[in-house]
């Protein structure tokens, strides 16, 4: 598989290949059976999502460029549907009824969103972004989505009744990573780098403008966790940290907190009280006290996790092995 695939940003593509490289994603996935529990999807697993009933559990599978569906209760895969050449990351609407992936696209491909029916898993849609999709972001009331493209440095925004790009917002180098307030006004978005100064950006969903505080944060950012008060983001920086910032002055109030090497992704339980942080080089997930700040508990899974993602009632977290081609699922 590869990930080399924009004309006009060969280093920051290149450098984004390493990247999802250390996850083991670009060699076949390993014999040795991944931990259990989990369930097999296909290779290299990236994103994940959950239906809001939290009955479905969606997996964008790079390595073979198709969607897994899995029945959350049995663990069994349910349905498998072409999602354009490398998928990377899911994200459900509140109504449950459409997913939204993206596709980073090839040398001979650009990157693109396609829209699946839930109901059905048939594809109704496929839309131009930017150059190299990763990230997305869904708004709450479902009518707008956010998409980070990589090597265009913007922000494209979707309009859901249409299905077309209404905006493309210029934002910092190499945005990866988009995440909600959780009262919609606000995407923050994550500002990789690749060569300058890593960043956060930050949209007003009212006036698609980048408004705010574009600061620099740690020297790699990638994953976003926004608390479920709104009041505190966390940042995961490559180096092995996570930051928190007070989403109300801007400022960077905690942290760096040392996690693993290649901290990666990030998801903040509903009740606030816990951050939890996927490793990739270190092969583990760091487990946060969001009151001290103070890491509680390392959890080494092995073979590479890289995206995690909780469950509607709380109960579990779904993370993403991208060696192993399958999915954890942890018991919270």
Same mark, same amino acid.
């Given at each position: 598989?590869?990930?080399?695939?924009?004309?006009?940003?060969?280093?920051?593509?290149?450098?984004?290949?390493?990247?999802?490289?250390?996850?083991?994603?670009?060699?076949?996935?390993?014999?040795?059976?991944?931990?259990?529990?989990?369930?097999?999807?296909?290779?290299?697993?990236?994103? /994940?999502?959950?239906?809001?009933?939290?009955?479905?559990v969606y997996v964008a599978c790079a390595?073979?460029?198709?969607?897994?569906?899995?029945?959350?209760?049995?663990?069994?895969?349910?349905?498998?549907?072409?999602?354009?050449?490398?998928?990377?990351?899911?994200?459900?609407?509140?109504?449950?009824?459409?997913?939204?992936?993206?596709?980073?696209?090839?040398?001979?491909?650009?990157?693109?969103?396609?829209?699946?029916?839930?109901?059905?898993?048939?594809?109704?849609?496929?839309?131009?972004?930017?150059?190299?999709?990763?990230?997305?972001?869904?708004?709450?009331?479902?009518?707008?989505?956010?998409?980070?493209?990589?090597?265009?440095?913007?922000?494209?925004?979707?309009?859901?009744?249409?299905?077309?790009?209404?905006?493309?917002?210029?934002?910092?180098?190499?945005?990866?990573?988009?995440?909600?307030?959780?009262?919609?006004?606000?995407?923050?978005?994550?500002?990789?780098?690749?060569?300058?100064?890593?960043?956060?950006?930050?949209?007003?969903?009212?006036?698609?403008?980048?408004?705010?505080?574009?600061?620099? /944060?740690?020297n790699f950012t990638y994953g976003l966790?926004?608390?479920?008060?709104?009041?505190?983001?966390?940042?995961?920086?490559?180096?092995?940290?996570?930051?928190?910032?007070?989403?109300?002055?801007?400022?960077?109030?905690?942290?760096?907190?040392?996690?693993?090497?290649?901290?990666?992704?990030?998801?903040?339980?509903?009740?606030?009280?816990?951050?939890?942080?996927?490793?990739?080089?270190?092969?583990?997930?760091?487990?946060?006290?969001?009151?001290?700040?103070?890491?509680?508990?390392?959890?080494?899974?092995?073979?590479?996790?890289?995206? /995690?993602?909780?469950?509607?009632?709380?109960?579990?977290?779904?993370?993403?092995?991208?060696?192993?081609?399958?999915?954890?699922?942890?018991?919270?």
């Amino acid at each position: 598989m590869s990930i080399l695939s924009s004309r006009r940003y060969p280093v920051a593509r290149f450098a984004l290949a390493v990247l999802l490289a250390l996850a083991g994603a670009l060699v076949a996935p390993s014999a040795e059976a991944a931990p259990r529990p989990y369930f097999r999807v296909g290779s290299f697993p990236y994103g /994940i999502a959950i239906t809001p009933n939290g009955s479905d559990v969606y997996v964008a599978c790079a390595g073979d460029g198709r969607l897994f569906v899995v029945d959350a209760a049995t663990r069994k895969v349910t349905g498998r549907v072409w999602a354009g050449s490398q998928p990377t990351d899911v994200a459900i609407t509140p109504d449950g009824r459409r997913a939204y992936v993206t596709n980073l696209g090839t040398w001979s491909s650009s990157g693109s969103v396609y829209v699946f029916d839930t109901a059905t898993n048939k594809q109704t849609g496929h839309i131009s972004a930017g150059e190299g999709p990763l990230g997305l972001a869904i708004t709450p009331d479902g009518r707008r989505v956010y998409v980070a493209n990589a090597f265009s440095d913007t922000v494209s925004v979707i309009d859901t009744t249409t299905d077309k790009v209404v905006a493309d917002i210029k934002v910092g180098s190499t945005p990866t990573e988009v995440v909600m307030s959780p009262d919609g006004r606000r995407v923050y978005v994550a500002n990789a780098g690749y060569g300058t100064p890593t960043s956060l950006s930050v949209i007003d969903t009212a006036t698609d403008k980048v408004v705010g505080w574009p600061g620099r /944060i740690g020297n790699f950012t990638y994953g976003l966790a926004v608390t479920p008060d709104g009041h505190h983001l966390y940042v995961t920086d490559q180096v092995g940290t996570v930051s928190v910032v007070d989403t109300r002055t801007g400022k960077v109030t905690g942290g760096p907190i040392p996690v693993g090497w290649h901290a990666k992704d990030v998801v903040v339980s509903a009740d606030g009280r816990r951050a939890y942080v996927t490793n990739e080089s270190s092969e583990s997930v760091t487990v946060i006290d969001t009151s001290t700040g103070k890491v509680l508990d390392t959890l080494h899974l092995g073979a590479h996790p890289t995206r /995690i993602t909780l469950a509607p009632d709380g109960r579990h977290a779904y993370i993403t092995l991208a060696q192993n081609g399958a999915v954890w699922v942890l018991d919270l």
